[in-house]
């Protein structure tokens, strides 16, 4: 059994090889952990409990001296089982120094990497992405662990290494289970969880901190009859089927911050970078549970009909569907937040009361490229989870029908 944040080390010198376990007591490790979120389980609409939190790993090693990490594995703290792993060109699309984001997560496609090994520099910190999908009926574990290994690569060869690090508890906090935040009528969940999206890893370095404000946030757009999202011209904003459609309260509860004034961008071209008090635009922030809060965002400026103070009830109109802050097409960025402003803030997950799955869209067509494309219908082909769902989490790219 292996304590937490200890390196197994062998008999002779080194970083350890993994073949005898350490004496108790502390023990050099190549590479520090920190978990940025206390992982909430969730399950989404394949049926599997996902657990989606980040790994934040420093070297400790003289800038001089680099390391390679082969394989990480979450297990379970109390039985040691393997619950999720990532070694080869799956751990290289999954790590990245917090500075230089891996490609595609604007919405286009990159070529594969290469099977190249994950190598970190010495005093280097990078970040590991961890999407854990665990079986039907497979419970989460109360406590998980993480086990890195790999290799110092030292002038006179590689040094096998071996940490169990960063031990942190699940939470016992149940996602809040939701009123659709839109009327009725077909949708499409972009940018949702758990790939390489500018939501999920979306790394923000604020207030001398590093958080994942958008990590389970939803992009909403209107689809129409023919699978449409936008129809004739795409640099116009009333194209767009979304647009001025209403979005609704996804829960009782009170007003605690209205921002209105911010014109609409004309899509479909990204628009510069706002102040970061303007990120999200026109926007709408509920809280409706003690440390939970709902945000509608990019909503059309003059639309909103609330006002901070006033309390709300499932299903009252809030606003409209606009095209203001960082965005680029109408669309309904929508999330639940742990306080009530965007920057800081932690992104817990959340479910849906009921929908229906009817289809899923295969290429990475998100906010940034969606009026772009030569058509406004999207490319909608069947969904191994098409139909009814009650309290889950639609996973990205896919259509349903609240």
């Known amino acids: ?56 790993t420093t070297s400790s090693l003289p800038s001089s001296t680099p390391l390679r990490l082969d394989r990480v594995d979450v297990r379970d703290a109390r039985t040691h089982r393997v619950v999720g792993s990532l070694s080869g060109q799956a751990l290289a699309e999954a790590a990245n120094p917090v500075g230089d984001p891996l490609p595609g997560a604007d919405g286009y496609t990159p070529p594969p990497p290469p099977p190249t090994p994950t190598v970190i520099q010495g005093s280097d910190q990078w970040i590991i992405w961890l999407d854990l999908a665990l079986d039907r009926g497979q419970r989460a574990p109360k406590v998980l662990e993480h086990h890195l290994s790999g290799a110092v690569l030292t002038a006179a060869g590689p040094s096998a290494f071996e940490e169990t690090v960063q031990a942190t508890a699940t939470s016992g906090i149940p996602p809040l289970n939701l009123r659709a935040p839109v009327r009725p009528g077909t949708w499409y969940s972009s940018e ?152 800081p803030t932690d992104s817990p997950p959340f479910t849906f009361r009921q929908f229906r799955v009817v289809g899923q869209v295969e290429p990475r067509i998100w906010d940034d490229n969606l009026g772009l494309q030569p058509t406004g219908v999207l490319p909608i082909t069947p969904s191994p989870y098409e139909g009814l769902h009650r309290a889950r989490y639609p996973l990205d790219r896919e259509v349903l029908e609240f």
Request: glycine content about 12%; overall charge neutral.
């Open 1 to 56: 059994m292996l304590a937490a944040g200890m390196l197994v080390v062998s008999a002779g010198t080194g970083y350890g090889t993994g073949v005898a376990p350490p004496a108790p007591g502390a023990q050099f490790t190549p590479l520090t952990a920190a978990v940025m979120t206390k992982p909430t389980p969730f399950v989404a609409t394949d049926g599997k409990t996902h657990l989606s939190y980040e790994l934040l």
């Open 192 to 343: 949702s969880c758990c790939g390489n999206t500018h939501h999920r890893r979306g790394l923000a370095p604020i207030n001398g901190r590093f958080d994942v404000p958008q990590r389970f946030a939803i992009d909403w757009y209107r689809v129409g009859e023919q699978g449409q999202a936008w129809e004739g011209d795409p640099t116009q904003l009333t194209s767009y089927l979304g647009y001025r459609q209403p979005v609704v309260a996804a829960a009782g509860g009170r007003v605690v911050e209205v921002q209105d004034g911010i014109a609409d961008n004309p899509p479909p071209v990204t628009p510069p970078v706002p102040p970061i008090e303007d990120t999200v635009g026109n926007h709408v922030t509920l809280e409706v549970a003690p440390g939970r809060y709902l945000l509608y965002a990019h909503l059309k400026p003059g639309s909103l009909n609330v006002r901070e103070g006033e309390r709300v009830r499932p299903g009252q109109v809030l606003g409209l569907i606009g095209n203001s802050g960082n965005s680029t097409t109408p669309h309904l960025h929508f999330q639940v937040m742990t306080t009530a402003e965007f920057f």
